[in-house]
Nanobody
């Protein structure tokens, strides 16, 4: 199995940028389809972005399209989420997640077997 550790969260003003990282260890990182999710207080964990093993396929939630970019470095075993134009409503704990399969549903949290502990992103107005 794979172990995931997120970092890079923090406090930023609206309109600012952050880059989240997710360091993977354990089994071969490049075998996994990866995703980012977020959870705001009192809300369900929601899909943010996903990327396949070769980076040839990416997908985003409508709420972040054009502002966030998911990427991965299979040599450094690291997943990234570049966040630009941050809004107050982006405030949440951000989680990276891994799944063995590249097929089927990937926007629901149940599709992922492995999760990090999360990193807090707070956007102030």
């Amino acid at each position: 199995q794979v172990q995931l550790v997120e970092s890079g969260g923090g406090l930023v003003q609206a309109g600012g940028s952050l880059r989240l990282s997710c360091a993977a260890s354990g089994r071969t990182f490049n075998r996994y389809f990866m995703g980012w999710f977020r959870q705001a207080p009192g809300k369900e964990r929601e899909f943010v972005a996903a990327i396949n093993w070769s980076s040839s396929y990416t997908d985003y939630a409508d709420s972040v399209k054009g502002r966030f970019t998911i990427s991965r470095d299979n040599v450094r075993n690291t997943l990234y989420l570049h966040m630009n134009g941050l809004k107050v409503e982006d405030t949440a704990v951000y989680y990276c997640a891994a799944r063995d399969s590249s097929l089927g549903d990937y926007v629901h949290k149940i599709a992922y077997a492995y999760w990090g502990q999360g990193t807090q992103v707070t956007v102030s107005s």
